[in-house]
């Protein structure tokens, strides 16, 4: 734990959760990370936005669903969604140690971007 608090200590946000040697934060990532020192982290799990809140439809238990999860899920054209992409994955990268890992949660319709 203490190396926990070392390394969270420049973090200014609240955790949204904590259990034993575990944080959580409901936070924009590109903000958490700048403030992580460089090579400090050993994993991180990202489920980045699937850019599929297109106005569309689909089906879901026999009913029509709307796909809009919100605004933060719209594409904003194939240049700025790559460099949205890039950015976090370059600030991962920073805090990531030599030997640590990246999890990326995602479906064919982002996973070209990554």
Known sequence: METQTKILSGVQEKPYYIQND???????????????????VDMVFADPPYLLSNGGFSVHAG????????????SNGLKKDFEFHLEWIQAVKRVLKPSGTLWI???????HYI
């Open 63 to 74: 009913r029509r669903v709307s796909v809009n999860k919100g605004t933060w899920d719209k």
């Open 22 to 40: 575990f944080v959580l934060y409901n936070s924009d990532c590109l903000i958490i990370l700048k403030q992580l020192p460089e090579n400090s």
């Open 105 to 111: 949660s995602g479906t064919y319709h982002v996973t």
